[in-house]
C-alpha cells in the first residue's frame, strides 16, 4: 500500500508540474499589428532577407508571404532581395511548354548560392544579413524574425544615400554612404574590410508559381527578384578604416537594355536548359538595393533601397 | 619446477584478471562509406565537385564497474550527396559519461532517450536516414522502489554539428504494478505517463507565443497470456511555429492515440494496430523544420525488404493522419496438405492511412478546428495516404531451396507524401510480385535469385506521371563466411518518357574476415524515398564506385 502511495504522489508531482511549466496562451494571439514608433534618425539599421526561392518549389510561397508579413510589420526597415538560384526549383520549361517558361535565374544569384549553399539544405530557405556565415545561416523562414530582431538591435555603423535619375531605361545612380562611427581607427589587427554591393531587383512580375495548396497558380506576384547587380557579385571595396562622418561616393550609369542582354546570354548559353526568356524588365517596378557588408565574416551591416525610376 | 609454475599461474591469474579489472575495457567500432559521383545526365546524376565524398565514424567505449564513458568521433569531408550538407568537417559531436550508483544512474553529455512508443521523446540516431537528435544535458534514472522506473532529463538537442535554441526538459515515470505489488497473476499491468517541456525565448513583437510548450502522454501496457495491449495517449499544448504571417501561427493543441494490440500462440500471430494523429509534430524549436524533430510517430505499414515492395514508402503524416494496420502470421503445419514437410509460412498484411476529418486541429484569431477522433473512423470520406495488402508465402522446398513469394497491391498518394502540389500526381496504385529463390549448391555455397515486377497505374486526374512499370533482378552469391557478390538491375521499361525508359544496374562485392567488412560497390542508383521505419530522406540520384569498410574491436 505504501508503494501506491508513492507512486500516486509521484503521479501528482508529475502533475503539478505539468500545470506550472506550461504557457498556455489565449487570444487574441496578434498582439501588435504594426505600432512600430517611426524612427526620426536620420539613419536607422536596416536589415537584408534573401530569399531564396524557385517558381516550382511548392513551399516557396509560404517564405514570400513571411517576408510580406515581415515588411508590412517593420516597414522599410526589412529589405528583400528574392534569388531563384539555378538548381531544380528555378529551372524553366522549354519556350513551347505552357507553364514556368520565365528564367528567374542570374548568373549573381548563382554565384551567391555558390558561396552560402542555400540550395543544398533544400528551399525556401534565406538568410537574415548574412549573420551566422557558416553554420547558421541557412536559416527556415519561421527562423527569420528572430534574427531579425537582434539585427535591428544593433545601432547601424553606416548609413546610405541612394538617389537614381533613370528613366527610359538609361540614367545614373549615386550611391553615397557615411560612417557613423569611428571603424577600425584603433586596431592593428582583425581589420575589418568592408564591400558594397549595387543591385537591382523588380516587383511585381506575373507569372506561374506552384503551390502546396493552391496548384499551380499562373498570375503569381513574384517580387523582390534579382535582375543584375552592377558592381560584380560580391561587390567593391569601400576600404577599412573610417573616421565618423567619412563619406564615400560613386555614381553607376545604368543601361536596361544592355543589363537585360547580359541575363539573356546568361540564360542561353551558361544555363541548364536556360531559354533566353528572361527580359520584359519594367523599369517602373523596379528597386535599387544596396547593402554594405563586412569581408571578413560576410554579414550585411547596413542596407538601403529606393525606387528606380520617379524621382 | 613445473609444480611452481603451475602453482603461480593458479595464484597470479586472478590478479592478472582483476588489474585488467582495473584498468576497464575499451571496445569500439569504425565504419567508413566512401563514393564517387560522376555525370550521367540520363537520370540527372551530377558528379561531385570534390570527385569523391565520405562520410566516417569512430564509436569508442569505455567500461569499467559501474562507469561508461564513450564518444564518437565524425568526418564528413565532405558529406555524401544524400546526407545534409550541414554535416560538413570533422568533430566529436557525441560524448558521454555515465555511471550507476546505489540504484542512482547518471549520465552527462550525449543521450539518446525515448518515452513511452515515443509520441512526446525519441531522440535518437540513424545513419542511413542522416538522423541525429542526440540530447547534449543531464540525464537521470532511478528505481525508487520496485517496479517504478523515473527518468528525468534536461538537455538541447543536436542539430548536425550545433544545437537547437529550445531547451528540451522531460520526466518519464513507467510503473511495473505487478513487479511493485509481487502479484504473480496471469495479467500484468505496466502504467506509464511521461512530460516534455521546450523552452524557447519569445522575441515575436506580432505575436505573443508561448515560451514553455509542453507535450505529455499517458501509456497503459496490459498483457494477458498470449495477448498484448498496448495503448497511449499524448497531448501538446498550443505550439506555433513564430511566423510573421497570421495563417502560419496554429495556436491548436495537438493529440494523439495509439492502439495496438497482438495475440501470439504457436504457429500464429496477429497484430493489430491503430493510431490517429493531430498536430503532433513536436520540435526541439519552433521552427517547422525536419531537423528539430524530437519526437516519433510509428509508421502502420509493413517495412518491406525487397525494393520494388518499398519503392513507394509510407511516411506518417504528424499533423493529421488516422491508420491502422493488421499483420496476420501463420504457419502451416508440417506433413499437412498445404504444408509439406517443413511447413509453410503465410503473412497477410493490409495497412491503410487516411487524412482526419475536417483536416488537422486549427486555431488563431480569425478561424478555428477541431479534429474529431471518432468522426476519422469513418474513413470512406477522407483522402487516401497510402493503403498497402499483401500476401507472403514461404516455403522450404527441400534441404537445397528456399521459396519466398510476396503478392501485394498498393496505393500511394505522391503529392500528400512527398510535398508535391495536389493534384500532381495523385495516387499511384501498383500492384506488385516478387519471386525469391535460394539454392545451396553445397557446404557454404548459396545462389540467390531475386525477380521482382511491379505494374503502376497513374492516378486519372493527376496532371503529371510517375515512373511507370518495373523489372528488377537481382542474383547474389554467398561463399559463406568470407565472401559475397551480387547483381542486380532495375529496369524502368515503362516509364511514360522513352528517354527514362533506363536500367540502374548495381554491383557489389563483399569480404568478411574476423571483425571487419569490406564491401566495394558500382552501379547507378535512382532518385528516390527511402525509409526506415516511416522516416523518410530524399535520395538523389547518382552514379560511381563506393566503398564501405566497417570494423569493430
Redesign the interface.
Known sequence: MK?LK??IS??LG?LL??IT?????E???????NT?PVDTNNFVKKVLIEDFTGHRC??CP?AA??L???Q??YGDKVIGIAIHPSSTFAIPDPLNSSKFTYDFRTEFGDDIDNIF?LT??GLPRGMVNRTGFD??H?L????W??VI??ELAKSPIFGITLSSDVSNGNGTISVTAEALTNINLDKTEEIEDYNIVICLTENGIIEWQ????A??IEEYEHNHVLRTILNTTFGESMGNSFVDGDIWEKDYPVDITTLENANENYSLNTLFMGNGNSKGWDENNMEIVVYIYNTNNYEIVQVEQIHLTNH | MKKILLLSFIFISPYLLLSQNNLGQINGNFETNLQSYTDDPSIDAIAADEVILNNAYLNILYTKGDFTGGLRYESYLNALQDYDSRYQGNGIPYRFARYTSDGLDVTVGNYYEQFGSGLVLRSYEDKGLGIDNSLDGVRLKYVPINGLYVTGLIGKSRTYFEYSKGIIRGADAEFNINEALKLEGETSYILGGSFVSRFQKDNNPAFNLPENVASMSARLNIMHGGFNYYGEYAYKINDPVGSFSFDENNYSTGKAIVNNLTYSQKGLGITIESHFVDHMEFRSERAKQKEFIINYIPTLSKNHAYTLLALYPCATQPEGEFGFNTNIFYKIPKNTLFGGKYGTKLNLNFARTNSIEGGNSYLNDSSSHTSNPFKSISIKDETLYFSDFNLEINKKINKKVNLNLVLAKQKYNKDVLEGKTIGEYGIVSSTIAVADVSYKIKKGHTIRLELQELLSKDDVTATNHADGDWHMVLAEYTISPNWFFAIQDMYNYGNYDEEKQLHYVNTSIGFMKGANRFEIGYGKKRAGIFCVGGICKEVPSSNGFSLNISSNF
Open positions: 508503494h508513492y507512486t509521484f503521479f508529475i508540474f505539468n511549466s506550461c504557457d498556455v496562451v487570444g487574441p494571439y496578434l498582439i501588435d499589428d512600430n511548392p513551399n509560404a508571404e513571411e510580406a508579413s515581415l508590412n510589420f549553399e543544398t539544405v553554420t547558421e541557412q527556415g523562414k519561421d527562423e524574425s528572430s530582431q537582434t506552384k503551390d502546396n495548396t496548384g499551380d
